[in-house]
């Protein structure tokens, strides 16, 4: 079992920054296939990045493409999502996620086993 725990959420003006955090705890095996997820009021779940912690490559949504950076720090069982330029339309519950998928399967898929609880991301005008 991983138990992801995920903290950094808040309000900001548009055009400000946030960085999001996601500690796993639990059975941690060395490399996981960890992503974070956005669902708005209303809307769908859509994953928004994704990172293989035992690679360098990463996948990002169109919609979040030079703006939001996903980064992991394998000592502290931790990834991140760099938010800047944040939109109105990047509010959401951000959510994340991890699977045993590795490598090019990690990215290609947003298939997940584990999510933590979320937290909100809001962004004013």
């Known amino acids: 079992q991983v138990q992801l725990v995920e903290s950094g959420g808040g309000s900001v003006q548009a055009g400000g920054s946030l960085r999001l955090s996601c500690a796993a705890y639990?059975?941690?095996?060395?490399?996981?296939?960890m992503a974070w997820f956005r669902q708005a009021p209303g809307k769908e779940r859509d994953r928004v990045a994704a990172i293989y912690t035992g690679g360098s490559s990463t996948y990002y949504a169109d919609s979040v493409k030079g703006r939001f950076t996903i980064s992991q720090d394998n000592a502290k069982n931790t990834v991140y999502l760099q938010m800047h330029s944040l939109k109105p339309e990047d509010t959401a519950m951000y959510y994340c996620a991890a699977s045993y998928r590795s490598g090019s399967l990690c990215l290609a898929s947003d298939a997940m086993v584990y999510w933590g609880k979320g937290t909100l991301v809001t962004i004013s005008t």
């Open positions: 639990g059975y941690t095996p060395s490399y996981l296939c």
